[in-house]
């Protein structure tokens, strides 16, 4: 299954730890798991703190159980509290795997000659789509469109799925080791 909404990406990836740790370790202990997260963390808007937790769940650090929502161990088995105790590369896999078009604009990026602009992203997934779909999508949406792509590649940017690069995106150098 593949989760469509897309929270705005933070600066660092402390805020994801934070929000993740404000959930009940069990479902049904908090009334409002919304109101929760707006009160204990940076988050504004039940309206955020609902987006949050359909991210979580993508990212396979929350459940949402008939008693309500729960945080999930890490894979470690912990329940991590900070950035560095959460495996990255498994949120970096379940990112792409189950958030719906991540997959999508991280193939446009590496199969670019270099880095792509916001534009290009946009304009290149839209023809993959053209050409799956075999016909052509509604314009209507493009400024939602533009913004959720954005939001994407800059997710990927935390995941450390893709660098950014002077007013582009491309693919992350390989570390030399």
Avoid: N
Wanted: glycine share 6%; aromatic share 6%; hydrophobic share 35%.
């Amino acid at each position: 299954m593949q989760f469509k909404p897309v929270p705005e990406p933070p600066a660092d990836r402390t805020l994801l730890a934070t929000v993740r740790r404000v959930l009940p370790v069990t479902a049904g202990d908090v009334d409002d798991c919304c109101q929760r997260l707006v009160d204990e963390t940076p988050l504004e808007t039940r309206e955020a703190a609902a987006t949050w937790l359909t991210f979580l769940r993508a990212l396979e650090v929350a459940s949402e159980d008939p008693a309500g929502f729960r945080r999930r161990a890490a894979s470690s088995g912990t329940e991590s509290d900070t950035p560095d105790d959460l495996d990255w590369d498994d949120l970096g896999r379940a990112f792409r795997d189950r958030v719906y078009g991540a997959e999508t604009v991280l193939t446009v990026l590496e199969r670019a000659d270099g880095p792509r602009t916001v534009e290009a992203v946009v304009d290149a997934v839209q023809e993959r789509r053209r050409t799956t779909d075999g016909r052509p999508r509604p314009s209507r949406a493009t400024t939602h469109r533009r913004e959720r792509i954005e939001r994407l590649l800059e997710w990927a940017v935390v995941f450390d799925l893709a660098e950014r690069d002077g007013t582009g995106y491309r693919p992350p150098r390989p570390s030399e080791a």
